[in-house]
């Protein structure tokens, strides 16, 4: 196994061979990752349906849309609300039947899902993120218990697109120390914006990445918190953030402006030169892009927590307030996982 920086917070790992991986390297490559916000194993020999199964070693998988869903059935078991989604029963609203079927058709190997244009017999997307480049973000950031990382697996048609990251702890760590200390009182205002993410228009497939991103009209999330590995940095989406508490829309329109700029020269993309890299992103102050419209690509997603390897005790949030609804809302989300999918 070779390790090499890629960037700032940033490796390449070559020449691992998932046919003899332990477990103790894997926890190893994972310890690896920790101290880094992007980890991509190069030319990787992984099988897809055995995604999950590593990657949950590291921790379970995350994912809050069922449950954001199902709040709005109280006493429904989570079953039964996606069977009779699946059926379109007129009990469950329009828009959640679209998300769980789209949710079902996207399906990969074994708890992945697929992120690809390619399409089933009736003609319907058989992934999320079908077609066309995706603008910095990062997932569900408007969410107090957001995915703290994405694990993402080439499979085909990689070769001339690219998957882009963002830092912004080296941003965070080289500001003034007055500037940082006004970030790390700041709150963000998350709003959804139709069309944020995409450069051509998501149709259909909008009101997931909705529910996915912001799932309430509006929430109110600190800008600077810290990475599972112990990594301070902001939570700052660039295309969906949409005001700080306490100013005017031009003044957090100004602020916006000023650290975008900064945050310019520490962007980067991840060109393909294979079609099986497997690249582990964090998701809490990193932002992710896709560039490159490549027909019949295809790749195998899942998102999930750190759990088994991050720092003790660990809470992305540094102000009590928010440190105790992230606890409350991870809870809610453990049981609601146990009690229905258990
Ligand atoms: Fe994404």
Partial sequence: ????????????????????????????????????????????????????????????????????????YPG???????????????????????????????KGPNGTQRVTDIKDKRGDYT????????????NEAGNHIFAPGVALLGNQNMKGSSTGFLETATFYE????????????????HRHKPGMLHVKDLGEQDEMMRIN???????????????????????????????????????????FQDINMGLHSFKWDHWYENDNDWLFFDNSITNHRRLGDIPGRLAFRIQQGYDNIQIKDYNPYFQKEHADIYDTKLNELNTFMAENFD
């Fill in 127 to 138: 992934g999320i993120f079908p077609d066309g480049e995706l603008k910095w973000h990062s």
């Fill in 174 to 189: 080289n500001v003034s120390e007055s500037f940082r200390s006004e970030l790390d009182d700041m709150v963000v205002i």
């Fill in 76 to 106: 429904v078991p989570a079953k039964e609300v996606i069977s009779k989604a699946i059926r379109s029963d007129p009990s469950i609203k329009p828009e959640h039947v679209d998300v769980i079927k789209q949710r079902f058709k996207t």
């Fill in 213 to 255: 991103m912001n799932p309430e009209p509006e929430s109110y999330i600190p800008m600077v918190i810290q990475s599972p590995g112990g990594i301070k940095g902001m939570h700052y989406s660039i295309n969906t953030v949409d005001g700080i508490v306490g100013m005017s829309k031009a003044e957090s329109d100004k602020l």
């Fill in 1 to 72: 196994m070779k390790v090499s920086s890629k960037h700032n917070y940033a490796v390449y790992i070559d020449d691992v061979d998932f046919n003899h991986m332990t477990d103790d390297q894997w926890m190893e490559i994972g310890k690896i990752h920790m101290n880094n916000l992007v980890t991509i194993i190069r030319d990787c020999n992984v099988e897809p349906n055995e995604v999950t199964n590593w990657v949950t070693k590291w921790g379970p998988l995350r994912y809050s849309g069922m449950l954001n869903i199902c709040s709005h």
